[in-house]
């Protein structure tokens, strides 16, 4: 049987679509047992819209139009995120020394999320406990990684030769 082959733009915009949908249903979960569903992409699209708002000159108060704003941006971000991780893996097939790059650019990215919690703590965006975001970023991150690593199952070789500093 011939191998499939890899499309890194399909592949990314199926890692992205995982990861965005993870942190949607953590949230609605979150939301739901707190008594107040959508609350948090109503927060975050609420926000998104004020900034969008004030750069073109219209205003949006929707709830709907809050939490659909924001689930297209988050949902876009995502599929962004996606690909740029199909291309570094597709990259390490290559260059395996890619792959602790990126491991070092997934770290600091996540504590950048937390940085960015703890600057919004005192804004309404305050609301969203670091925790819950902590959780969402592992769901998301473990679903994409998780996906990738079935896709490319030579991953894990180039993944210890990158972290071995044996690559060509």
């Known amino acids: 049987m011939a191998e499939r082959q890899h499309n890194f733009l399909r592949e990314g915009l199926f890692a992205g679509f995982l990861g965005a949908t993870a942190i949607v249903v953590w949230f609605l979960i979150v939301d739901t047992v707190t008594g107040r569903p959508f609350h948090t992409p109503q927060l975050l699209g609420g926000g998104l819209v004020s900034v969008l708002a004030r750069n073109m000159s219209m ?3 929707s ?3 809050q939490v659909a704003s924001y689930t297209v941006f988050h949902y ?3 599929c962004l995120v996606g690909i740029v991780l199909a291309a570094i893996v597709h990259q ?3 260059t395996p020394g890619i792959l602790a790059g990126l491991l070092v650019a997934f770290v600091m990215l996540a504590m950048g999320f937390y940085m ?3 600057v919004f703590a005192e804004t309404p965006l305050g609301q969203v406990a670091w925790y819950q975001i902590f959780i969402a970023n592992l769901l998301a991150a473990g679903l994409m990684f998780g996906y990738m690593w079935r896709t490319h199952p030579k991953l894990s070789g180039e993944l210890k030769q990158a ?6």
């Open 59 to 61: 205003a949006v108060d």
């Open 63 to 65: 709830p709907f139009a």
């Open 76 to 78: 876009a971000a995502f």
């Open 92 to 94: 390490a097939e290559r």
């Open 116 to 118: 960015l919690a703890a």
């Open 163 to 168: 972290l071995e500093g044996t690559d060509d």
